[in-house]
């Protein structure tokens, strides 16, 4: 494979919606997009703060993704990971009110030469290449590890009364396991993020058809109208990103969701002690 010169490194069009749905009262769903780093965090908790810990994990990745350079981008994924599991664990103890807070945290990253993604819980990657969808990640809940084992068939698992368990997350307790892996994406690749709200009520073959649609933000749009036609019985966070080329340029991004400042554990960047500050960023 050749050398990629400075004008053609690998990064991402994105767009990113988010919608509160149909029953929840507020939206616990934090999501960001720029053009180095897409990803869904859905918090679980209700009243034990699931939009903090949504709101805090995706602040530190995306934070730490835009001030730091990482020779292993698995690596650094990582490393960010437990970060977002420490400031969940300490806030926990401060804040009684807001034990057993955790997060789902699916995200792919490129650093303009590679792609790497990291997945916790249940929020899903997909990626739509040459008309066919292809889940990327595996869901970390009971009903897909009875799938796995051959005790529950596809079919039977539609109504298993336990499909809301989720056996891996960030959260304020055990330091999660995260499935991380480098991923082959080529120019024109589209890649979906979505929380559990799109993949409980809308099927692959629709997703497939609503991603295809040219506008990036329009796909978003008919993805999330698609799953509140379903009932929207939960919040739905759809960020999309298209595999592109082009010079480096400023890893900023914009975020959806939850994440505002009255919800993240601690504003201040999460800077990792083994990589080194990025310049010119």
Do not use: W
Not at 87 to 95: G, K, M, S, V, Y
């Amino acid at each position: 494979m050749p050398l990629m010169t400075e004008a053609d490194r690998l990064r991402f069009r994105y767009a990113a919606r988010t919608d509160v749905g149909l029953v929840r009262p507020h939206n616990e769903d934090s999501g960001f997009a720029g053009p180095y780093l897409l990803l869904v965090a859905d918090g679980v908790g209700g009243a034990a703060a699931g939009e903090i810990a949504s709101a805090s994990t995706a602040f530190a990745l995306s934070s730490a993704a835009i001030v730091h350079d990482h020779p292993d981008l698995t690596g650094f994924l990582a490393e960010v990971i437990e970060v977002a599991h420490r400031q969940l664990r300490d806030d926990a103890e401060l804040h009684p009110e807001r034990r057993g807070m955790s997060t789902t945290l699916t995200a792919i990253m490129s650093d303009g030469e590679t792609c790497a993604m990291a997945h916790v819980g249940d929020s899903r990657a997909y990626l739509l290449r040459d008309g066919f969808l292809t889940q990327l990640s595996h869901d970390h809940t009971l009903v897909q590890r009875l799938i796995d084992t051959g005790e529950l068939t596809e079919e039977e698992a539609l109504s298993y009364p336990y499909r809301s368990v989720v056996l891996q997350a960030v959260d304020d307790r055990q330091p999660p396991v995260p499935d991380l892996c480098e991923l082959e994406l080529m120019v024109g690749d589209r890649l979906l993020i979505c929380s559990d709200g799109l993949s409980d009520l809308v099927d692959d073959q629709q997703i497939a058809d609503l991603l295809y649609i040219h506008d990036l933000d329009d796909a978003a749009k008919a993805l999330i109208a698609a799953a509140v036609d379903r009932g929207g019985r939960d919040n739905i966070t759809c960020v999309i990103g298209e595999v592109e080329t082009g010079p480096l340029i400023r890893r900023h991004g914009h975020f959806v969701g939850a994440c505002g400042p009255d919800n993240l554990i601690d504003p201040t960047p999460v800077r990792l002690s083994s990589a080194p500050v990025r310049m010119g960023a």
